[in-house]
């Protein structure tokens, strides 16, 4: 549900106009690939760095797919003898940004330092180059090399039982596609005990009712940019049907599958989506939790002076301190 007053009156002019500038790239960048490959080569990127209370170093997986990872570690504290580990995909519809674009190394910076948790945020392959499966094998292979590799790359305070998966938008669709994927592999060492997906990108042929309330009212997203996100990552000739987009939530039925955090803004064209979403998993039997954010715009998180953005920060770190302690 949403408040009576406009997103608008909820943000400053300034946000405002990153915003518009924001979809006025996404929308050239639709226009043509040539476009799009231009701007993903001068967009602005983050070197690792030193700041804030967290130190940053990016570590390769594989060099032939330009599969790597960014890893946070915070400062230590006296209250922090170990620390969880999160797994983290960036968003940007399957075809933009990277873990070292400004937006999502301040975003990881951020949970790193405010969750005292170490994190790992995963470098995919971008669409349309590499469509579907490509970003969800990524993503399972980056598991799988921090469950062989862990002792060289992390530090000796991680706790590989408190390992979560999260994303944002497109990357809270890879999250929960790993997250499935992730059941049928046997892993040594890491133990996956949360899902957080932040507004998840999931969608269909039908046009739900928030998508058409939204469309063109709602910053950041409307169906035409959505719908070549769609084009861009699915196979060649596929519906927005496709098991990879219409996610109902109960295909995970007969899944292990951690308990989950969901995060909806109420200016998001998706929140139907994702509220569908929710519904499957407790059809499921599965533990989740569903977290409202009335005044939140999609993308709302990497604005940190948003009202919501702190609120959310809060109840991420609800989540994995609960489900850290309930491993103990």
Known sequence: MTTGSSWRDQISWTTRLVLATQGLVTDAARRSNLIRRLLLLLEP???????????????????????????????PTSSSSTLPLIFYFHGGGFIAFAPNSIPYDNLCRTLARD?????????????PEHRYPSQYEDGLDALKFIDGQSYAVLPSSTDLNKCFI?????????????TVR?????FEKIKIIGLVAIQPFFGGELRTESELRLDGVAPVLNTKRTDWFWRS?????????HEA???SGEEVTAVRFPSTLVLVGGYDPLQDWQRRYCEGLKKSGKEVELVELPNAIHWFYTFPKLPDFRYAIAKLKEFIEKQSAATI
């Not at 570590?59 to 032939?64: A, G, R």
């Not at 990552?233 to 049907?241: C, E, M, N």
Request: aromatic letters at 6%; proline letters at 7%; glycine letters at 6%.
């Open 182 to 186: 992730s059941s049928d592999h046997v």
């Open 245 to 247: 987009a219409n996610v």
């Open 166 to 178: 999260a994303g944002d938008s497109a990357g809270g669709n890879i999250a929960h596609h790993v």
């Open 115 to 127: 969750l005292q948790a170490v994190v790992v945020s995963v470098n995919d392959r971008l669409a």
């Open 233 to 241: 990552f699915l196979p060649v000739g596929s519906s927005r049907d």
């Open 45 to 75: 990127k983050s070197p690792p760095s030193s700041t804030n209370c967290v130190t940053s170093s990016d570590v390769t997986i594989d060099p032939s797919r330009n599969l790597w990872f960014r890893l946070y570690l915070p400062s």
